[in-house]
């Protein structure tokens, strides 16, 4: 199942719940949100009481992608927030292991993160606690990237290994998905795609989400 995960860092926060409310209606069945700290990604975002705000205008899941360091300071204040899933980045935890069993214990899906540099083997040991792999398919820190080619081929290599290790991680992309670029990503293997300015950029955030999510069905079905 294809679901679509809508960014934030693309909408208007002076209509930020109404954004969300009709990126649903168009079918985004996940909210996506991004957590910078302004040090490891060269950005600064924002924090857990965004998070509970957002709680209390929307039932979809709220993904917070924690683009930070120290992760495991944060995680339990994100999780009172209000978040129902939460990944951290291979390069920013050095004990990753212990983060993923951080995140579980606040009753959080578990999602490991990592950047177009970095290889899918790098998470070899990780891939049994996962619920989630997020791939980046643009370098973290801002929205309305180029979509990076490369990231193709590490959403194929985590289907074969799922398959492989008979694990039940979903696959998730994050950068650059369009129109333009849904079909690839569906058919390596993706399937839950964040997409920011394909949503919140310009136009109906509803009718942007209904376009995203019926190229990628069709696509799916092409596959098939």
């Given at each position: ?28 069945s996940v909210v996506h949100v ?130 492989q290790r008979r694990l039940a ?56």
């Amino acid at each position: 199942m294809i679901e679509l995960a809508a960014s934030i860092l693309s909408a208007d926060f002076s209509r930020l719940g109404e954004q969300v409310h009709a990126a649903g209606e168009g079918g985004g069945s996940v909210v996506h949100v991004d957590i910078m700290d302004g040090h490891f990604v060269p950005n600064l975002t924002i924090g857990p009481p965004v998070v509970k705000s957002l709680r209390k205008v929307t039932k979809l899941p709220l993904d917070c992608h924690l683009m930070i360091e120290n992760a495991d300071e944060f995680i339990p204040a994100f999780a009172d927030a209000g978040a129902d899933w939460i990944s951290v980045h291979q390069e920013a935890c050095p004990h990753l292991n212990r983060t993923l069993h951080l995140i579980k214990s606040h009753n959080c899906l578990a999602g490991v993160v990592i950047n177009p540099a970095t290889p899918v083997d790098t998470l070899s040991e990780v891939l049994d606690i996962v619920d989630y792999v997020l791939v980046m398919s643009v370098n973290p820190g801002f929205g309305g990237q180029k979509f990076i080619p490369a990231a193709l081929h590490k959403m194929r290599r985590l289907a074969e290994i799922r398959s492989q290790r008979r694990l039940a991680y979903r696959i998730e992309v994050d950068g650059g998905i369009s129109l333009d670029t849904v079909a690839d990503v569906v058919r390596a293997g993706a399937e839950i795609l964040v997409a920011g300015n394909a949503v919140f950029g310009s136009g109906d955030p509803r009718k942007n989400a209904e376009a995203l999510l019926k190229a990628a069905t069709e696509a799916l079905l092409l596959k098939v």
